[in-house]
């Protein structure tokens, strides 16, 4: 057999463990590609506790579409506005995108603004209305509650929140309450108002010593005690609700005292 006849037959010779005849094609890969007699094609095995794996259950009442939704909403996204380069959440760059547009002069984009502008101003106003109804009821009734408790002499209640601490604008309709609104806040309250009550006690002690002293270093000691208790006083019922601000009696107006107000105007600051 010459040397052309040689490569021809090397050619058609069909590969091992294989049909005589077999042609590459779909669902007939090539020898080289194919699994090998004996040998697993997933030599790793099974992943652990992946055979008959169940979806993952949703909790009850839960809403994913929902929560996917929102969390693509307030993704960050970049955005050029001019020569500027500026991050904003999804769903405010579609908004802007919308307000550009109207202002270009897009009916559709001005139509579509104006009706959702409207809408989210309607659903405020009944919001606070009901909320503004709420509380006047609320209010209202405790109040008389308490009253006829005082009239017969019985244990006043003590409403979380207090009606006392309600606090409505009639003209504007906000209601603002100036105390606890939870049963920890309650007790939170509690114990502030003890601490600062102590502190009064305190500075009334220091004060007194302060006024009777004779020795130079002794005043000067006791001076920095009536100031160290009169800033804890301070800086507690500075942030106490109004109706539970109380003054401090034997206040010191010497350099370096503090002065009721001065600890919450140096953090608004």
Request: aromatic content about 8%; charged content about 30%; glycine content about 8%.
């Given at each position: 057999?010459?040397?052309?006849?040689?490569?021809?037959?090397?050619?058609?010779?069909?590969?091992?463990?294989?049909p005589?005849?077999?042609g590459?094609?779909?669902?007939?890969?090539?020898?080289?590609?194919?699994?090998?007699?004996?040998?697993?094609?997933?030599?790793?095995?099974?992943?652990?506790?992946?055979?008959?794996?169940?979806?993952?259950?949703?909790?009850?009442?839960?809403r994913?579409?929902?929560?996917?939704?929102?969390?693509?909403?307030?993704?960050?996204?970049?955005?050029?506005?001019?020569?500027?380069?500026?991050?904003?959440?999804?769903?405010?760059?579609v908004?802007?995108?919308?307000?550009?547009?109207?202002?270009?002069g897009?009916r559709?984009?001005q139509?579509?603004?104006?009706?959702m502008?409207?809408?989210?101003?309607?659903?405020?106003?009944?919001?606070?209305?009901?909320?503004?109804?709420?509380?006047?009821?609320?209010?209202?009734?405790?109040?008389?509650?308490?009253?006829?408790?005082?009239?017969?002499?019985?244990?006043?209640?003590?409403?979380?929140?207090?009606?006392?601490?309600?606090?409505?604008n009639?003209?504007?309709?906000?209601?603002?309450?100036?105390?606890?609104?939870?049963?920890e806040?309650?007790?939170?309250?509690?114990?502030?108002?003890?601490?600062?009550?102590?502190?009064q006690?305190?500075?009334?002690?220091?004060?007194?010593?302060?006024e009777?002293?004779?020795?130079?270093?002794?005043?000067?000691?006791?001076?920095?005690?009536?100031?160290?208790?009169?800033?804890?006083?301070?800086?507690?019922?500075?942030?106490?609700?109004?109706?539970?601000?109380?003054k401090?009696?034997?206040?010191?107006?010497a350099?370096?005292?503090?002065?009721?107000?001065?600890?919450?105007?140096?953090?608004?600051?």
């Open positions: 057999m010459d040397g052309g006849s040689k490569e021809k037959a090397a050619q058609h010779t069909s590969p091992p463990n294989l005589a005849k077999y590459v094609g779909y669902a007939k890969p090539p020898a080289q590609h194919q699994f090998q007699k004996g040998k697993s094609g997933n030599p790793r095995g099974r992943p652990k506790g992946s055979k008959n794996k169940k979806p993952q259950a949703m909790p009850f009442g839960s994913p579409a929902e929560e996917l939704l929102r969390q693509e909403a307030y993704r960050p996204v970049v955005v050029r506005e001019g020569n500027n380069i500026v991050e904003l959440p999804a769903i405010q760059a908004f802007r995108a919308m307000g550009v547009a109207a202002m270009k897009n559709f984009a139509r579509t603004l104006a009706e502008v409207r809408g989210i101003e309607a659903e405020d106003r009944e919001l606070k209305i009901e909320n503004l109804e709420h509380f006047v009821k609320y209010k209202q009734s405790w109040d008389e509650e308490i009253e006829r408790c005082r009239s017969a002499g019985l244990t006043e209640p003590q409403p979380i929140p207090h009606p006392d601490d309600i606090i409505i009639p003209n504007t309709g906000d209601v603002r309450i100036d105390g606890p609104k939870t049963k806040q309650k007790q939170r309250l509690d114990v502030a108002i003890e601490r600062r009550n102590g502190c006690e305190e500075v009334t002690y220091f004060a007194t010593k302060h009777n002293a004779c020795d130079p270093k002794h005043k000067a000691y006791w001076l920095d005690e009536w100031h160290f208790e009169q800033k804890m006083f301070d800086t507690i019922n500075d942030f106490l609700g109004t109706r539970y601000q109380i401090l009696t034997d206040r010191s107006y350099q370096g005292a503090t002065q009721s107000g001065d600890i919450a105007r140096k953090l608004q600051q």
